[in-house]
Nanobody, 120 residues
Framework: VQLQASGGGLVQAGGSLRLSCAAS????????MGWFRQAPGKEREFVANINRSGGSTYYADSVKGRFTISRDNAKNTVYLQMNSLKPEDTAVYYC??????????????WGQGTLVTVSS
């Protein structure tokens, strides 16, 4: 599966952005999906994941209550709605697809990343 992330940009602190990740192929619904991010000079970290049906989600403590992951299997797309953004959310955001729902980076497929910059 090929993943294409989009929706990043520059936003002021307190603002919102919605990231999208479009997947190719007809097997999207068979994958669990995750979002990760990597800030400059830091390791890639888990943000959120979602199960195959979209009925179960899990978040990193740092984004819980502010970010929402969702998916539309008919559109082969996973989303990350980001509200109340903080400067520390600045990072390149990556979507990932895999067979095991995990907070580690052990996903088989990765998108190219989209940059989110939050100004103070």
């Amino acid at each position: 599966v090929q993943l294409q992330a989009s929706g990043g940009g520059l936003v002021q602190a307190g603002g919102s952005l919605r990231l999208s990740c479009a997947a190719s192929g007809r097997t999207f619904s068979t994958y669990v999906m995750g979002w990760f991010r990597q800030a400059p000079g830091k390791e890639r970290e888990f943000v959120a994941n979602i199960n195959r049906s979209g009925g179960s989600t899990y978040y990193a403590d740092s984004v819980k209550g502010r970010f929402t992951i969702s998916r539309d299997n008919a559109k082969n797309t996973v989303y990350l709605q980001m509200n109340s953004l903080k400067p520390e959310d600045t990072a390149v955001y990556y979507c990932a697809a895999g067979t095991t729902r995990t907070t580690s980076a052990d996903y088989a497929y990765w998108g190219q990343g989209t940059l989110v910059t939050v100004s103070s």
